[in-house]
């Protein structure tokens, strides 16, 4: 099994029994995000539908919250699985095209300021959370 990724609790943007979203340790892009889910499951396919739905649900506030946030019209949502533990990137893409938003050199975030205003924009559709 994976183990769960750990977040500073100072880049943490909502949490809850399930889940947690939080601004990228080492961020390709400003408002580089990532949903985790805290169960320890290794891959998306073993989740039960309504676990799956939840997580998505959170996946897609992040995601609405991000463009609203960083007016952006694009935020890739990235499932790669390098750690066998379920989470999702999410990436805000501003000029770039494709996967050009990988080219982008990797630093350690040091700025938090951007989690007030994302949580500010972040709403849940009612009819999917527990």
Not at 78 to 103: A, C, N, Q, S
Request: proline share 2%; net charge positive; with cysteine.
């Amino acid at each position: 099994m994976g183990q769960l990724l750990k977040a500073s609790k100072k880049s943490i943007i909502y949490e809850d029994e399930l889940v947690y979203v939080c601004l990228a340790k080492e961020p390709i892009a400003e408002g580089h995000t990532i949903v985790v889910l805290k169960q320890n499951i290794s891959d998306l396919s073993k989740l039960p539908d309504r676990d799956y739905d939840y997580l998505m649900d959170t996946v897609f506030a992040a995601r609405n919250a991000l463009m609203k946030t960083l007016k952006v019209k694009k935020v890739y949502l990235v499932y790669m699985d390098e750690t066998k533990h379920v989470h999702w990137h999410l990436i805000p893409r501003y000029k770039e095209k494709g996967f050009d938003v990988f080219k982008k050199e990797i630093s350690t975030i040091k700025d938090f300021s951007l989690i007030h205003r994302i949580r500010k924009n972040l709403v849940f559709t009612k009819d999917s959370r527990f």
